[in-house]
T-cell receptor
Framework: GQSLEQPSEVTAVEGAIVQINCTYQ??????LSWYQQHDGGAPTFLSY????GLEETGRFSSFLSRSDSYGYLLLQELQMKDSASYFC?????????????FGAGTRLFVKA | GAGVSQSPSNKVTEKGKDVELRCDPI?????LYWYRQSLGQGLEFLIY????????KSGLPSDRFSAERTGGSVSTLTIQRTQQEDSAVYLC????????????????FGPGTRLTVL
């Protein structure tokens, strides 16, 4: 089967660094993605890892270890506007072909 | 268009009525997805289209739900005999993913349709 696990909530203070972990189980693996969703808004794409290692995009970085079926999203210099839900998503092989499965999301609260 | 659009943005209906939700994907995007999201919850996969065909309908919660896509573009999600538990935000996403591609699958989401069943 396929599944993703990520923490339901994380709280951090403004200016700090926070790491949101994601472990996955999938049939075949073709990449781990991260999406951000603000309250009342639609999810927006943040990053994608197909190979092991760290991908950096400004204040956000994403890491993948395929051997551990594990990845994380790292947010640096936290700002109040980073308060949102963050979803990891895995692309794998399922009935009908390739499909992307989303985790349940991690709600990040940034405090002043 | 510039982005994925969905209509209506809000729909209030009475239990037992049928509703149709529309999604206009980004022009040229071959893949189209429907998701359902209840308040404070994650994304529940409903159905996936590659072109006009739906290789994966595994997420449709019951036979009251159906979807179609015509001309490789616009998609309609239909819910028949709506129930109160159908109340949620219905999100549509599209991507450039080509059938059989093992590459990335960046999905671009529409603003969603908030469905309320009274």
């Amino acid at each position: 089967g396929q599944s993703l696990e990520q923490p339901s909530e994380v709280t951090a203070v403004e200016g700090a660094i926070v790491q949101i972990n994601c472990t996955y189980q999938t049939s075949g693996f073709y990449g781990l993605s991260w999406y951000q969703q603000h309250d009342g808004g639609a999810p927006t794409f943040l990053s994608y890892n197909a190979l092991d290692g760290l991908e950096e995009t400004g204040r956000f970085s994403s890491f993948l270890s395929r051997s551990d079926s594990y990845g994380y999203l790292l947010l640096q210099e936290l700002q109040m506007k980073d308060s949102a839900s963050y979803f990891c998503a895995v692309r794998g092989v399922y009935t009908g072909g390739f499909k992307t499965i989303f985790g349940a999301g991690t709600r990040l609260f940034v405090k002043a | 268009g510039a982005g994925v659009s969905q209509s209506p943005s809000n729909k209030v209906t009475e239990k037992g009525k049928d509703v149709e939700l529309r999604c206009d994907p980004i022009s040229g995007h071959t893949a189209l997805y429907w998701y359902r999201q209840s308040l404070g919850q994650g994304l529940e996969f409903l159905i996936y289209f590659q072109g006009n065909s739906a290789p994966d309908k595994s997420g449709l919660p019951s036979d009251r739900f159906s979807a179609e896509r015509t001309g490789g573009s616009v998609s309609t999600l239909t819910i028949q005999r709506t129930q109160q538990e159908d109340s949620a935000v219905y999100l549509c996403a599209s991507s450039l993913t080509v059938r059989g591609s093992s590459g990335g699958d960046t999905q671009y989401f529409g603003p969603g349709t908030r469905l309320t069943v009274l």
